[in-house]
T-cell receptor, first 113, second 112 residues
Framework: DTAVSQTPKYLVTQMGNDKSIKCEQN?????MYWYKQDSKKFLKIMFS???????INETVPNRFSPKSPDKAHLNLHINSLELGDSAVYFC????????????FGSGTRLTVV | AQSVSQHNHHVILSEAASLELGCNYS??????LFWYVQYPGQHLQLLLK??????LVKGIKGFEAEFIKSKFSFNLRKPSVQWSDTAEYFC??????????FGGGTRLMVKP
């Protein structure tokens, strides 16, 4: 069983479109995250969410919004896609923001054309 | 600001060579430190972690790391690398209750 699963694996779309990436974890973890990995492999935290609190990295444009229907899911919605949004997006989860480390999904490669 | 930095951006080694990748952190107080590996086209996988106890931590695939508080360092080591170790390596850290912050990554290429 995949611990953290993301769909789709690849997403190619035109500028201006709205798209969503889904993430599900079956580990019973309390907290989920979205990271963006750019072409230079730099990983940047976008969001952290548990059932109590959403923490947003202030540098993330408000075109990006996380939606969590339940504890096991954290979807990423992106409005009005721009060329610069092209990247690999990773979902992750952890038992607690602490010493446990994160379990990552396999990533979604988003290409905006 | 709390951060993690990796100074080696690209490392090229021959098989059987020894490896040491640098990682420095700037957290105060109690710190949790991690090394992740990302093989080409794949997701990040946890190699090892430190949060307390023995500062020499052993992980999977023969990797180890040493937490040296006086140097704010958590360098990754492997005595003899293999071609299959070719990957991107990320150091990460946090304080309790905070999100993981990643270093910029080190691309390791092992020549057969």
């Amino acid at each position: 069983d995949t611990a953290v699963s993301q769909t789709p694996k690849y997403l190619v779309t035109q500028m201006g479109n709205d798209k969503s990436i889904k993430c599900e974890q079956n580990l019973g973890h309390d907290t989920m995250y979205w990271y963006k990995q750019d072409s230079k492999k730099f990983l940047k935290i976008m969001f952290s969410y548990n059932n109590k609190e959403l923490i947003i990295n202030e540098t993330v444009p408000n075109r990006f919004s996380p939606k969590s229907p339940d504890k096991a899911h954290l979807n990423l919605h992106i409005n009005s896609l721009e060329l610069g949004d092209s990247a690999v997006y990773f979902c992750a989860s952890s038992q607690d923001p602490g010493p446990y480390g994160y379990t990552f999904g396999s990533g979604t490669r988003l290409t905006v054309v | 600001a709390q951060s993690v930095s990796q100074h080696n951006h690209h490392v090229i080694l021959s098989e059987a060579a020894s490896l040491e990748l640098g990682c420095n952190y700037s957290y105060g107080g109690t710190v949790n430190l991690f090394w992740y590996v990302q093989y080409p086209g794949q997701h990040l996988q946890l190699l090892l972690k430190y949060f307390s106890g023995d500062p020499l931590v052993k992980g999977i695939k023969g990797f180890e790391a040493e937490f040296i508080k006086s140097k704010f360092s958590f360098n990754l080591r492997k005595p003899s690398v293999q071609w299959s170790d070719t990957a991107e390596y990320f150091c990460a850290g946090n304080n309790a209750g905070n999100m993981l912050t990643f270093g910029g990554g080190t691309r390791l290429m092992v020549k057969p």
